[in-house]
């Protein structure tokens, strides 16, 4: 009798233990995230537009880290932002350039690297100097009009 | 010894604790109860026995875990020590053929019989019954007057009875006590309770419908005059 | 004036059922530790409710990755199905939903058993063995409860990823590929999946808390038990949707 209830209950905590796997691994991005995995390089943008912590930061498409705080530098007025890089991805160069894209018109913001052709790598704590910032919408229609309007 | 609604199971659950009275103290061995701390409390009720109307065993264990629940939880004997005792106990009320049926698969008799014996397991100082033959065919009355003779005999145990079965319980007491409305009124041994007691008790004792204890509830309206009052 | 007063009757009980409701809370939890019960309980608790829960989970996918679709498809945005389902699941449905059926289906049979051990004298019997029905009864209940619930509700949500796996990439021709990699980009394990779990345990243990106060504190009688069964699941379902509200402003603010 008390062999059917462990039995049973065995596996109900199996199929929770299966389920909670399959929800870390699958469904969410579950990583044991410990400072030795990544290093952290600063850039500084003058517009972020809608970026935002936790934001893939991608170089040819695939994610090479992702965008840790986001602040406000107080004497440049820019933002400054972290960025968590991979520790697989080490030798990045150091003239590599920043811009911060959209995921399709509406979509999430983004980071993409375009590498450069330096020989020296980013080091922890280091600069990325090269950066463009993000595109927001009303500046560029505003722009537009205003291209439109001298035109005539 | 009682009519129904006197207040006989409102003694037993004074005596164990359950219900405080509202005024004086009752004392069980020697200890005044409702002054103890819950731990003394249950400490104190393992040297009594309750024998319920219903047997209130749990209905999600059979009979040898009901009967060795208190042995279990009360002693640190082991499996083997507890499956002797167990089986003695069944043994003595006539169900070791019944370990393992579950208590719905019990007549009321027999579960009755399961909890005499669980009730008797811990060897108590003190054992009550509470209505013990309300609803028993002749045969299972039989058969608890005579286990409740024998345990009360045989064992070095006091025996407390509620019961308002007077030919059953009167073959078998010491001694009776006559409830009424909250009250003692009669006391004695058997012979005096049946010979010599007062109206109230030949009312009760014989089964007669009007007496002391009137056959109408308090109606202030007679019958006839709420008919013609339409 | 009547009323008034019966109001303020009304009242006094309200409060002095709360009061029992945290003595209550304070004998089981200093009733000491019996873990002896626990695994039977969890069996009847946790594991006779996985068909109600897998099953109820599995359709819940399937309608949000049905109603989803619809909306998401004039957007474009269908590709983004998976993370709709797998957010509402974590977030919201899974935890609410389990706990509600969690209640009408082990909250009353805990709530009934109780009740029904109250009026068949078996509580009684206890307490005058010298057992302590609080350790004996209500403890492993009460363990078995906490511990069955965050359980249920994470495969309530497993299934219900599954059965919108199944409504999107299965029928409705959704690129395998763009479903999980858009969940698992926008699913956040700390955030969503943890949170969902600290609401799962913080609902475990109202319900069960609930369902055994309200068993316990039972009119002995057939309609005492059948009107505390019924309070089990009405307060049980209004507690976890009020405290839902609450949780959820509180954590994703």
Known sequence: MSNKFEWWVGLFTALAIASILFISLRVSNFQVSSGGDQYKVYAYFDEIGGLKPRAPITMAGVVVGRVGEISLDVESFQAKVVFNMNSKYKKIPDDTSASILTAGILGEKYIGLTPGGAEEFLENEGIVSQTQSAIVLENLISKFLLNSDEEK | ?230 | MARLSKLGSNVISLFSSLGRAQVFLWHIWSAGISFSGVVKQIYFVGVLSLPIILVSGFFVGMVLGLQGYYTLVDFGAADSLGVLVALTLTRELGPVVGAILFAGRSGSALTTEVGLMKATEQLAALELMGIDPMRFVMRPRFIAGIISLPFLVMMFVAVGVLGAWFVSVGLLGIDDGAFWSQMQAKVSWSNDVLNGLVKALIFSVVVTWLALFLGNDAIPTAEGVSGATTATVVYSSLWVLGLDFILTAMMFD
Do not use: C, W
């Not at chain 2, 009550?128 to 007057?145: C, H, K, N, S």
């Open chain 2, 1 to 230: 010894m009682g009519p129904s609604g006197v207040g006989k199971t409102t003694i037993l659950k004074l005596i164990t604790g359950q219900e405080k009275p509202a005024s004086g103290e009752i004392r069980v061995f020697g200890e005044n109860i409702q002054k103890l701390n819950r731990n003394k409390l249950y400490h104190l009720r393992r040297r009594i026995g309750v024998l319920f109307q219903s047997g209130a065993l749990l209905t999600d264990l059979n009979v040898f875990d009901n009967v060795a629940l208190p042995l279990r939880h009360n002693t640190k004997l082991n499996e083997r020590a507890v499956r002797d005792l167990v089986e003695m106990k069944l043994e003595a009320v006539g169900l070791l053929g019944a370990t393992s049926l579950y208590p719905r698969e019990l007549s009321g008799g027999m579960a009755r019989r399961v909890s005499l014996a669980r009730t008797l397991i811990l060897d108590p100082e003190l054992i009550m019954y509470d209505e013990p033959f309300v609803g028993q065919d002749p045969i299972t009355m039989a058969v608890l007057v005579k286990l409740m003779d024998t345990v009360s005999k045989s064992l070095p145990i006091t025996s407390i009875a509620i019961s308002h079965d007077v030919e059953e319980i009167l073959s078998i007491a010491d001694y009776g006590y006559l409830l009424s409305q909250g009250k003692a009124v009669d006391s004695g041994t058997p012979e005096k309770l049946t010979q010599q007691g007062s109206e109230y008790a030949k009312q009760f004792l014989k089964g007669i419908e009007d007496g002391p204890v009137p056959f109408h509830f308090p109606n202030e309206t007679p019958l006839k005059q709420r008919l013609l009052s339409g």
